[in-house]
């Protein structure tokens, strides 16, 4: 039986572009895209940017939603039966011809909680946390080193206050992009300011009635500050699924077409797929891939529901991309820099360690799986992007970067 | 068509231009796109709504 209804679970960047792809593809039945936060959809990387740096009022973050859209805001998806594709909010059931998951991630935090200690996932996030930094010298603790950690760190220092980066890892970004590009971010971040207390472990937050001033390490000694930015990653907003089928190993366990089950789709942070080309399970928090993979989820979908009218499926193979602005120097990324063998770093310019220019290759196995670029003109940096889009030999990537440094 | 950019929002991801590279180009010093051609003959239609749907940052905005 169909119902002549699709609905998209999570109205952010993959949901959103599922909505548009949907519609662009010729669906003409309803679609059901439900958000749980009150606002309109908008955009998360300038957040921890332009929207806490203050140069964006929070409107400017807006992303367009599809024509036609049955939109259900402050609303959160309780339940799914799989079997039949059924979504289920609080007391209202919606049958569907198809449903796309698109829930995303939530931001892990420290046990406790104290006026003062903040994360940054949401637009409210962000908003109380420019607050926070909207009066002078504050001493700001940041607890984590990945990509949203330093970046916050970037804009704080610009906004003159004092900065404590307290992280396990030995470098910034480590887990992003290894650790020999990680130190030179790290000489770049003590060449603005801030304080890098790395390979030190937090035990949990301090607060004096209430109001936080600073954290605890697990050695016992304590970093003190007037506010507490918690950047320790993300957990898969899938809670709402546990009583049912599918794989929720690490985010929803989706084949290479991103299909969770018959009829049910996956898309951006939730979503871990098989990538065919790099030949392993991949879930990947980064906007493009939000887009790309919502994209990629509604037609398949389509293709699943009516062959004939949408064509054949097709397996998910991008080049994944991510970027980070930092001071005044970009940061970018293509294909998969993760469990590389070897790392192969070219300083171009080191003249200023507060913007260092360099970039780096990611070997596995026999070839260049990955790309990294520092304080590059994004267009030449494209360059790098063609050594890995199709895994090239190790030997024939490494002219990449003699290229670059010409 | 007509293609509009906000080159505030742009981040030099460079997808449109591997997308629609007729319609899209990035400045040489910052990777801020450049549009070659805002209002692109039918043909590009295609390409260049798959550049405006896939940029990160929404940076292009084509009307009709």
């Not at chain 1, 949990?204 to 605890?216: A, F, K, N, P, S």
Request: contains cysteine; glycine residues 10%; charged residues 25%.
């Amino acid at each position: 039986m169909t119902t002549g209804r699709i609905a998209i679970v999570g109205a952010s960047a993959a949901g959103l572009t599922a909505a548009e792809t949907l519609r662009r593809g010729g669906w003409d039945g309803r679609i059901s895209l439900i958000g749980d936060e009150p606002h309109e959809p908008y955009d998360r990387p300038p957040l921890s940017k332009q929207v806490l740096a203050g140069k964006w009022e929070p409107e400017r973050t807006g992303l367009r939603a599809a024509d036609a859209l049955d939109l259900r805001l402050g609303t959160t998806a309780t339940g799914l039966d799989v079997a039949n594709r059924r979504v289920l909010l609080g007391d209202e059931a919606l049958d569907c011809d198809g449903v796309i998951i698109a829930t995303g991630v939530a931001a892990r935090t420290l046990p406790g909680e104290a006026r003062g200690a903040h994360v940054l996932r949401g637009l409210d996030d962000a908003l109380a946390l420019r607050a926070e930094l909207a009066n002078p010298g504050r001493r700001l603790v940041i607890v984590g080193a990945g990509v949203l950690g330093v970046e916050v760190a970037a804009v704080a220092r610009e906004l003159g206050h004092e900065v404590v980066v307290v992280a396990p890892e030995a470098a910034p970004m480590e887990r992003a992009v290894g650790t020999e590009a990680g130190d030179l971010l790290a000489e770049a971040h003590r060449a603005h300011g801030v304080q890098l207390r790395l390979g030190e472990f937090v035990d949990g937050l301090l607060d004096d009635e209430g109001q936080v001033r600073g954290v605890r390490l697990t050695d016992g000694s304590e970093i003190t500050g007037d506010a507490v930015l918690i950047a320790i990653g993300c957990t898969p907003a899938v809670e709402w699924l546990r009583d049912g089928p599918l794989d929720l190993a690490d985010g929803i366990g989706c084949d290479s077409y991103c299909a969770a089950a018959p009829g049910i789709y996956a898309a951006g942070d939730v979503a871990r797929w098989h990538h065919p080309v790099l030949g392993r399970p991949v879930r990947i928090e980064h906007r493009m891939n939000a887009t790309e993979q919502g994209m990629a989820a509604a037609r398949n979908l389509l293709a699943e529901l009516d062959q004939e009218r949408f064509g054949s499926r097709q397996e998910f193979t991008p080049v994944s991309y991510f970027w980070s602005d930092q001071y005044r120097f970009k940061i970018q990324a293509y294909g998969d820099l993760a469990a590389a063998d070897q790392v192969q770093l070219r300083v171009l310019d080191k003249t200023d360690p507060g913007a260092p220019k360099a970039a780096a290759l990611y070997r596995r196995g026999d070839s260049a799986f990955g790309a990294l670029s520092i304080g590059i003109p994004p267009k030449q940096a494209r360059s790098l992007r063609a050594a890995v889009a199709t895994p090239q030999p190790w030997e024939q990537a490494l002219s990449a970067l003699d290229e670059l440094a010409d | 068509m007509k293609i509009t950019i906000d080159e505030d929002r742009c981040c030099g991801a460079g997808q449109c231009v591997l997308e629609a590279p007729d319609v899209f180009d990035q400045r040489a010093e910052d990777g801020v796109v450049v549009v070659l051609d805002a209002a692109p003959p039918a043909e590009l239609h295609e390409a260049s709504r798959a550049a405006e749907q896939l940029c990160p940052t929404a940076a292009i905005e084509i009307t009709e």
